[in-house]
């Protein structure tokens, strides 16, 4: 997957961004780890940056709001919706909590932020004119996400009840994951849904691509920030598992294709 022009299907990851605690740290750490180009920044929006890869949207940074506490410092995953009224009343229905009602962002589009049931924060986002990631599965743009869930079988049921999830085969053995997709994938592959270790809180999870896992991770350390879990190789690819300066997690993965036959 690589350039992407169009809003991402109902139910997607269609964006992730991040607050921050200094602009000028982060900007540089991420542009020295991905190549990253900043874009934005307007008053009138709070700041915010949008992230580019190759010229296309990756990614967003928020900087810290006057008199605002200061927000957890975790990347967010957005879902996207085409009605986020309608949105609202299906987490509502499922067992969802929301954090922040739906929020017109001037022409770009509109934002909402929930918990699920097993306590896992995310968002949504309804397209404007901003529909989201513009570059993903390339260097330097978002290549996976994945629901860790408090439970298993409860947050599988809230996904496909307020968002159309459906879902691969469980893994063999004691791990419980799986792939999700939209309507109409198949098979099913935008992302992953696992359960957390007993004592662990449930998160959203990205990873973004890279070139060479190693030569990153050595670019997070030498900026600022750390590997919590050293290169590795897997099935799909080479994982590391990544904090920025605000201590944000996320993974760095060179990825093994992976065929679909649909294309969203």
């Keep these: 997957m690589t350039d ?49 890869s190759g ?17 957890p410092h975790v990347w967010t995953t957005y879902l996207a919706v085409t009605d986020s009224a309608a949105t609202q009343r299906a987490v509502t229905a499922a067992g969802g909590t929301t954090v922040l009602d739906p929020m017109q962002v001037g022409p770009f589009g509109t934002m909402a932020l929930y918990a699920d049931p097993t306590g896992a924060g995310f968002g949504t986002w309804q397209p404007g004119d901003h529909a989201g990631f513009g570059r993903t599965g390339e260097h330097g743009s978002p290549s996976w996400f994945e629901a860790m869930v408090g439970d298993f079988a409860a947050g599988k049921a809230f996904y496909a009840a307020a968002f159309g999830w459906t879902y691969s085969d469980d893994l063999p053995g004691d791990m419980r994951y799986a792939m999700f997709g939209t309507a109409g994938e198949e098979p099913p592959m935008s992302g992953g849904i696992g359960e957390v270790e007993a004592g662990t809180a449930p998160y959203w999870a990205v990873s973004f691509e890279v070139d060479d896992v190693d030569a990153a991770a050595d670019r997070v350390r030498g900026h600022g920030g750390a590997i919590t879990t050293e290169p590795f190789d897997f099935e799909f690819g080479r994982l590391a598992l990544a904090t920025g300066p605000d201590g944000e997690a996320f993974g760095l993965v060179a990825s093994t294709p992976m065929e679909s036959s649909t294309t969203p």
């Design 4 to 52: 992407h022009t169009t809003p991402w299907p109902a139910g997607a990851p269609a964006w992730t961004d991040l607050s921050v605690t200094d602009v000028a740290r982060s900007t540089q750490f991420y542009t020295a780890v991905f190549g990253w180009v900043f874009e934005g920044g307007d008053e009138e929006f709070g700041g915010y940056l949008n992230a580019t």
């Design 55 to 71: 010229g296309r949207l990756v990614a967003g940074m928020a900087p810290p709001m006057d008199g605002m506490p200061e927000p």
